[in-house]
């Protein structure tokens, strides 16, 4: 059974820096994508980036362009998110996601694993 397991959020202010890890498991072969979402009070969830492994290209919302960073052990079986510059609107639920089908848009792409999310909450 795949699980996903997300680590490493918490408070911090604006300007830092949290990083955030995704360990999967019972993987029976090697996962074609995986990526972080996450979802504010309120509000819808959104893509925040993704890494497709097949194609060997990582993807990253608008908003987080330059400030968060995916990346992935050499095992790849642990995806992490290095994000700086903290804003309070990054506040939110941060979820990681997982495929092992290949193609479609990083973002609106259906995902059939999902962890249960870790809090990052950034204060002005």
């Known amino acids: 059974q795949v699980q996903l397991v997300e680590s490493g959020g918490g408070s911090v202010q604006a300007g830092g820096s949290l990083r955030l890890s995704c360990a999967a498991s019972?993987?029976?072969?090697?996962?074609?994508?995986m990526g972080w979402f996450r979802q504010a009070p309120g509000k819808e969830r959104e893509g925040v980036g993704a890494i497709d492994r097949i194609g060997s290209s990582t993807y990253y919302a608008d908003s987080v362009k330059g400030r968060f960073t995916i990346s992935q052990d050499n095992n790849k079986i642990t995806l992490y998110l290095q994000s700086d510059s903290l804003k309070p609107e990054d506040t939110g639920t941060y979820y990681c996601?997982?495929?092992?089908?290949?193609?479609?848009?990083?973002?609106?792409?259906?995902?059939?694993?999902w962890g249960q999310g870790t809090q990052v909450t950034v204060s002005a």
């Open positions: 019972g993987l029976p072969y090697s996962l074609a994508w």
């Open positions: 996601a997982a495929d092992f089908r290949p193609g479609g848009r990083w973002d609106t792409r259906p995902y059939s694993y």
